[in-house]
């Protein structure tokens, strides 16, 4: 039985047929060396000729397809080269009989033959042989090819003797009937003196002389015998024979318009001088032109004699494709591709295939011939392959699949398939393709063959991957959509996994598993999943799964498959230091690190050289030697929990350690956060490029480039040198972080008003590096709150001393903390408070100007506990105590930490002053400061103030406080900040006038409160209350009196001494402490007694006298001068007398406060001299 020739072509039917064999005992590899320069002499221009000899080349052809040479020459075994190895003379012999047993084999149809003989030296090759060649060694036979190229030579020659031969046969009706094996058993019997007998027989001799042509270089002329023999056999019906004809017409217009071949690139030609270089020859005069029509009785051909010539025919057609043939007188020219000038009975492009169509189907009628119309399908594929027509091709081969040729190997089956595949792969049917390529790879491993070659099988499914959009690479798969059917990947992935398995190589089913899990992830059922991550952990307890390439055998090379999907990361970002931990760059240094190259103060090529990392770099900064933080938002796509062991991060540009973690995330969990940590040990940019995993024993290392859909604010941070780590502790409890800060700890504490309590903070060096400097600030968190006196103060000399601090060593540091608020109490309360009735001067504390009074509430009685609530609300103070410090490394680039400790105090009240108000002591020089305070807690409570008596107050009760104070000289206090009162407005230096003025009568006052029950004491400050009116009456008034009697100064309740009859002198003094000067002045002394019931006696004229008069003159007074009146009275009775001394009132100057003429009291006890004695 014949074996179809799967690499067929059109070209082929002019090529003869060579076969290269070894004989005897030839190495594999020397053998194919020596095919392969053999098979380079593929075609020879035969000399004296332009004609061209074409050769075909095989070294293993069946002896059953060389019974079709009559049927088409071109598979009849014409010259044999065979290749042997003898090295004695023994040997010759037997190798001499060995060629010639395989003469025998296709000795019928042999033209000629040649024996390579390898490694033979002496006498036995030195004799001059035409059928044998002696080469010293392989690689010794420079002459090889030249010999080759006689050989076809002679092959020619005997080709064109039996072209000439058959084209010349002039036995007449005594023609040998051509005939194909299986037909001779159906000749038997028949009548040979027939016509249809004889037309027959002339018919596939015309063929056959047609193929002769075709071989011998003569294009033209095999046209024109095609044409013949499909006009005979048609004639008879014999459609065997017809279906061969039309082939070869076919063949023959296939090599006229495709010179280059239709074999692909492999099989590309030359064009033969015999079809191209015809066109523009002159025909033999003489010769005899004959009409052939291509396309039938319908080609519309016409003949009509040509009386140019004798015995001439000439011939056209209305068809473009018509063309025209010579013939002899005598038969075929013996070279009539010199002599035609057209290639008139070429077929078109479009009837190549219709012929090929009616070939085909002429062959189909008979069951014997599936080889020939299974290789005509061939044919004609690659024929509409080149003319790029794929749906008729499909159609050829479609009819290809169908074929029945009897029963066939498993070898003969696999190669059926394979070229099926490659012919739809010729087409573009990638897919058609891929689904016979992986037919043919099961039929590798089908159960009949006794050792399945799972290694081909491996090898045939790799390459139907493009044909179902399949690539092993995964990063094809993050491109976008799916392509392709996600079931018929995921077969074939099965299928590459167990062969792979079978072929004994686990390291390759991990990675097809790996690529399908995580590939076709979204294609698996709950099931499958389950079943695929089972299947991959039992495969990777054998053989781990890694990041490796893994490379085949034929050069292809398998990709890594990282598990991004195993977890999926839907953002990613890297987390800033905790506050405590942040780097900072100290402000003078910010530009040092700016190139000073350029000229220019700006340059953008310095600054944006590298756009791309600038713009993915982030803000902040990570310390050398520090754990640093990335946080991954993953998700769970499994139904089951999905461990993932050893992640960690994947970084460049610093040495960093990766710190692995390893979690459990349940079932489609969500997004879930992950915080990978790690520790950078040099400095730099460091750029995170992804994470790496452990899954289902699968080692992935996953790019962040590479992820679908991830989030991420920038992947490359800087790192600065390290810097020392300080820990902070406080001798008070923690609390929660203040609101608006951002704070390393928070401390809280609750106070009454004006109470004061130490914090001791202690920092401890936990890092490696030493600290070298420390700061200390502050900075009180805006408050509607008026705050007075230093809310937070520290000394930080001693801590300083331990300077510098090394690791393990701590520093405490103590910071005092005084809650002083505003204690003057609300409107409503004043309105509460019954009034005891006391007259006095002044204003109540309500509101901040102390000017308006709002309605008194008549229905509030005092002391209810919801005006304790209300009265006794909670205030907040917040600060924040910032500790700068540095050290190491990161002090010399400039950087420095900061320690941030929050404050808050929950203050509430303790006492407050409801109303002050002032009244006039006995001396000029003093006054009484009267306070109303109330006692807003639920404790008793003492009040004590300088000099003073204390003061009970129970709980939400109010009394008053009377304190005679010495006035104040404001105008000799110093002002510190001179600028800033010179700069600030009216209203400001007012408010800072007024703020000092408190500051130090409250200091001079120093009242303070203590609550015996719970062991806490504190301040009451005046500070807030004390509006313009209080500080001008306890203010010290700018002209100062002073009144002197009997040498004796009068004030308060001094009283002067004096003898009756005696005289008393008395002095007046004015000393000027204002700014301007004032005068003149004019003072009248009236004495009076008054008798202490309301009555005051002013008739004194027989009790006191004048010496001189009683009326004082003062003149101008410059500022800090003083000026004294001097005078003297003269009592004459016993008594206590007083002296009243008033201004004139035109000389007074109205444009002066009143306050500034009060005169002090006189008082002036008169006796007799015995009393006085006494």
Not at 436 to 451: D, L, N, S, W
Request: net charge negative; proline share 5%; charged share 20%.
């Amino acid at each position: 039985m014949s074996v179809p020739d799967y690499m067929q072509c059109a070209e082929d039917h002019q090529t003869v047929l060579v076969v290269v064999q070894p004989v005897g005992i030839v190495p594999e590899d020397q053998f194919f060396r020596i095919y392969k320069r053999i098979a380079s002499v593929s075609q020879v221009s035969i000399r004296d000729s332009q004609r061209v000899l074409f050769i075909r080349y095989r070294h293993n052809y069946t002896p059953e397809n060389n019974d079709l040479g009559d049927f088409q020459t071109h598979r009849k075994v014409v010259g044999l080269i065979a290749v042997t190895s003898c090295t004695t003379a023994k040997e010759w012999p037997q190798t001499s009989d060995r060629f010639h047993g395989q003469k025998e084999v296709f000795g019928s149809t042999l033209y000629d033959s040649r024996l390579l003989v390898f490694g033979m030296q002496g006498e036995v090759a030195e004799q001059q042989r035409t059928d044998v060649a002696f080469y010293p060694s392989y690689d010794d036979c420079p002459d090889m090819e030249k010999r080759v190229e006689d050989f076809v030579e002679s092959i020619f020659i005997i080709l064109e003797s039996k072209r000439l031969d058959r084209a010349t046969d002039k036995s007449g009706d005594k023609i040998l009937l051509l005939c194909v094996p299986f037909e001779k058993k159906d000749f038997v019997g028949l009548d040979t003196d027939s016509r249809h007998y004889k037309k027959r027989c002339q018919g596939r001799t015309r063929k056959h002389v047609g193929d002769l042509c075709l071989q011998a270089g003569m294009l033209q002329d095999a046209l024109v015998h095609y044409h013949m023999a499909v006009e005979l056999l048609r004639s008879v019906n014999d459609f065997l024979w017809l279906g061969a004809a039309l082939e070869g017409l076919c063949s023959a217009s296939v090599i006229f318009h495709y010179p280059g071949g239709t074999a692909g690139k492999s099989g590309a030609r030359k064009p033969g001088i015999s079809s191209a270089a015809d066109a523009g020859k002159r025909h033999r005069p003489g010769a005899q032109e004959v009409l052939i029509d291509p396309v039938g009785p319908r080609g519309g051909a016409v003949t009509r004699l040509n009386p140019g010539g004798r015995g001439q025919v000439s011939v056209a057609s209305a068809s473009e494709g018509c063309v025209l043939g010579a013939l002899t007188t005598n038969g075929i020219s013996a070279d009539t591709s010199t002599e035609i000038g057209r290639a008139k009975n070429c077929l078109s492009q479009e009837d190549i295939i219709e012929k090929y169509k009616e070939a085909i189907s002429y062959y189909g009628k008979y069951k014997s011939a599936g080889v020939i119309e299974l290789e005509a399908c061939i044919k004609a594929v690659r024929v509409l392959a080149i003319q790029k027509r794929a749906m008729e091709a499909s159609e050829f081969l479609q009819n290809a699949v169908y074929i029945n040729l009897g029963q066939l190997s498993e070898e003969e089956k696999i190669q059926r398939y394979s070229v099926l595949s490659e012919l739809y792969e010729l087409i573009s049917f990638h897919r058609k393709s891929a689904f016979f390529k992986r037919v043919a790879a099961m039929q590798c491993v089908a159960p009949t063959i006794p050792e399945p070659g799972w290694k081909a099988c491996y090898k045939l499914l790799l390459e139907t991957l493009p044909g179902y959009s399949l690539s092993l690479d995964p990063k094809d798969f993050s491109k976008g959509t799916h392509r392709g059917w996600a079931a018929v990947q995921l077969r074939l992935l099965h299928e590459l996994v167990y062969a792979s398995r079978r072929m004994g190589n686990p390291g390759l089913s991990v990675r097809h598993l790996s690529f399908l899990l995580q590939t076709m992830l979204d294609f698996l059922s709950d099931q499958e999943k389950k079943e695929v991550t089972q299947s991959l952990e039992n495969y990777t307890s054998k053989c781990p799964g890694g990041m490796e390439v893994i490379n085949l055998p034929d050069g292809l090379a398998l990709p890594p498959v990282p598990f991004t999907k195993l977890p999926i990361v839907r953002s990613v970002s890297l987390l800033n230091l905790p506050v405590s931990l942040r780097p900072h760059k100290v402000k003078g240094l910010l530009g040092q690190g700016m190139s000073t190259a350029s000229p220019f103060i700006y340059s953008p090529i310095t600054m944006h050289s590298r756009g791309d990392e600038h713009s993915k770099k982030i803000d902040f900064q990570w310390v050398q030697g520090d754990v640093c933080e990335v946080q991954f938002m993953v998700y769970n796509p499994m139904p089951f929990e999905l461990r993932v062991e050893n992640m960690g991060l994947l970084t460049s540009g610093v040495d960093f350690e990766s710190l692995p973690a390893a979690l459990s995330l349940p079932a489609e969990s969500g997004l879930y956060p992950v915080t990978l940590v790690g520790v950078p040990r040099t400095t730099g940019n460091i750029t995170i490029n992804g994470y790496h995993t452990s899954v289902f024993g699968v080692n992935s290392d996953c790019l962040l480039e590479g992820l679908i859909g991830v989030k991420s604010s920038g992947c490359m941070v800087e790192v600065v040198p390290s810097l020392p780590r300080l820990q902070l502790s406080t001798s008070l409890p923690r609390s929660a972080h203040l609101s608006s800060e951002d704070l390393s700890s928070s401390v809280s504490i609750q106070l009454f008003n004006g109470e004061k309590q130490e914090l001791t903070i202690t920092l401890e060096n936990i890092g490696t590096e030493t600290l070298n400097t420390l700061e200390l600030t502050s900075k009180t968190l805006s408050t509607k709150e008026k705050l007075f006196g230093e809310f937070l103060s520290w000394d930080l000399q001693d801590a300083l001393s331990r300077l510098p601090l090394k690791s393990g060593q701590s520093v405490s540091i103590p910071v005092k903390i005084q809650a002083k608020l505003d204690f003057c109490g609300q409107e409503n309360l004043l309105h509460d408070l019954n009034d005891d009735g006391i007259s006095v001067t002044g204003l109540p504390v309500s509101s901040p100007l102390r000017q308006v009074l709002k309605p008194c509430s008549e229905n509030k009685p005092a002391g209810t506990d919801a005006n304790k609530n209300e009265y006794n609300h909670v205030k907040t103070l917040e600060a924040v105590l910032t500790f700068k410090y540095s050290g190491g490394a990161g002090l010399v680039e400039g950087y420095y930490r900061e320690l941030s400790l929050g404050v808050r105090v929950d203050v509430e009240t303790s006492v407050f002053f409801t109303r002050v108000s002032t009244l006039p002591a006995n001396s000029t020089r003093q006054c009484h400061l009267l306070l109303d305070v109330f006692n807003s807690t639920e404790h008793e409570l003492t009040l004590s103030a300088k000099n003073n008596q204390h003061l009970v107050l129970h709980a939400s009760e109010c009394q008053r406080m009377a304190i005679q104070v010495d006035k104040f000289d404001f105008d000799s206090m110093p002002v510190t900040d001179h600028d800033a009162l010179w700069l600030a407005t009216v209203r400001q230096q007012e408010e800072k006038r007024q703020q000092v003025q408190g500051g130090f009568i409250n200091s001079t006052l120093d009242i303070h409160w203590t609550i015996s029950s719970l062991q806490r004491h504190g301040e009451a400050s005046v500070e807030g209350i004390l509006n313009q009116l209080i500080l001008e009456h306890l203010q010290l008034a700018p002209l100062q009196w002073d009144v002197v009697v009997n040498g004796k100064p009068c004030d308060c309740d001094i009283v002067a001494d004096c003898i009756v009859g005696d005289a008393v002198p008395i002095e007046v003094k004015l000393t000027n402490r204002s700014k301007s000067a004032v005068g003149p002045f004019s003072l009248t002394v009236i004495p009076f007694q008054d008798y202490q019931n309301g009555v005051q006696n002013y008739d004194l004229q027989d009790a006191v006298t004048f010496i001189g008069s009683n009326t004082f003159y003062i003149s101008s007074v410059n500022p800090a001068e003083n000026s004294v009146c001097m005078g003297a009275l003269l009592f004459l009775n016993t008594g206590d007398f007083y002296l009243n001394i008033k201004f004139q009132d035109d000389s007074t100057g109205r444009d002066l406060p009143r306050a500034w003429f009060c005169l002090p009291s006189v008082h002036i006890k008169a006796q007799e001299q015995i009393e006085a004695a006494a």
